[in-house]
């Protein structure tokens, strides 16, 4: 990226891919801390992440696997994600660290509320994912598996944990919207006046995300696009002040460069 307070002049491309390779080596080894400080923990932190599935279950019934396998693969999978979510904030400060040459110095200043909003919203989204909608969701289906005649619940633990990293992720992403808005808004690629025009189509991509990343019932699909659809609305604002104190920081800047030249 081209550094706008040090030179006009842009980095060749491969020091971008050095600075890349060095930000991705850096996450990783943050992840890899990070999965061996919670693999220890990894049976007690799927016991967590299960509550809401055995307590929708039938009395008697219980998690199983069905392969020699499997609980050791579970249990790698959730000390890898438990990983992640702790290195988030080292992983979400390299990001901040590859795109900040490329912002101007009033920009750079976003560095620390980018990294906390970010992980903060992430939290969020994955905590009303587990506590609010987990147990409505598991609860239906179970109820309707179990209702559609003499059928028991027999759950493998999986794939019950393979649906919860995908709901919990698309729960984590979707709250990031105002962030992601705000610095598009900031970066001029959208304003406040695009986003209310095109409000339809985007209640339109929410179900269809909620489609895409959730069970087939309606329950968990409105539960994924009423958020999106709130923090929309609530990005529109967001964009607009933040477009105006923008346009104003740059008149600033075009003003003294100006008056220096």
């Known amino acids: 990226m081209a550094d706008k307070d040090l030179t006009g002049d842009e980095q060749p491309f491969t020091t971008h891919l050095e600075e890349l390779r060095k930000r ?8 890899l801390v990070g999965f061996l400080a919670c693999y220890g923990f990894a049976s007690k932190i799927f016991d967590f992440i299960a509550a809401p599935v055995k307590q929708a279950l039938p009395e008697g019934s219980s998690l199983v696997f069905i392969t020699a396998t499997e609980p050791f693969f579970t249990y790698l999978k959730v000390g ?12 979400l400060w390299q990001i901040w660290g590859f795109i900040a040459p490329g912002l101007y110095a009033h920009e750079k200043r976003f560095a620390v509320p980018f990294v906390l909003a970010s992980f903060l919203c992430f939290l969020s989204g994955t905590y009303f994912g587990f506590f609010f909608v987990f ?3 598991f609860t239906f289906l179970i109820k309707f598996g179990t209702g559609a005649g003499d059928i028991d619940a027999m759950l493998s633990m999986g794939a019950y944990l393979s649906i919860s990293i995908k709901l919990l ?5 979707v709250f990031e919207l105002p962030i992601i ?16 025009k095109n409000r339809k189509y985007a209640l339109l991509f929410a179900f269809v995300l ?4 959730t069970p087939p019932d309606l329950i968990s699909q409105t539960a994924l696009a009423l958020p999106f659809a ?3 609305e609530v990005s529109i604002w967001i964009v607009r002040f933040t477009g105006k104190r923008r ?5 600033e800047s075009e003003g003294e460069a100006a008056a220096g030249a």
């Open 230 to 232: 709130i923090l929309y």
């Open 24 to 31: 991705l080596m850096i996450s990783a080894g943050a992840w």
């Open 247 to 251: 346009s104003q920081e740059e008149d």
């Open 181 to 196: 808005m705000f610095f598009l808004g900031r970066m001029g690629v959208v304003d406040h006046h695009w986003l209310k």
């Open 210 to 213: 909620g489609a895409m990343l």
């Open 169 to 173: 992720f698309a729960f984590g992403m």
């Open 135 to 137: 147990p409505n969701v």
């Open 80 to 91: 890898a994600m438990a990983g992640l979510l702790l290195a988030l904030p080292v992983i």
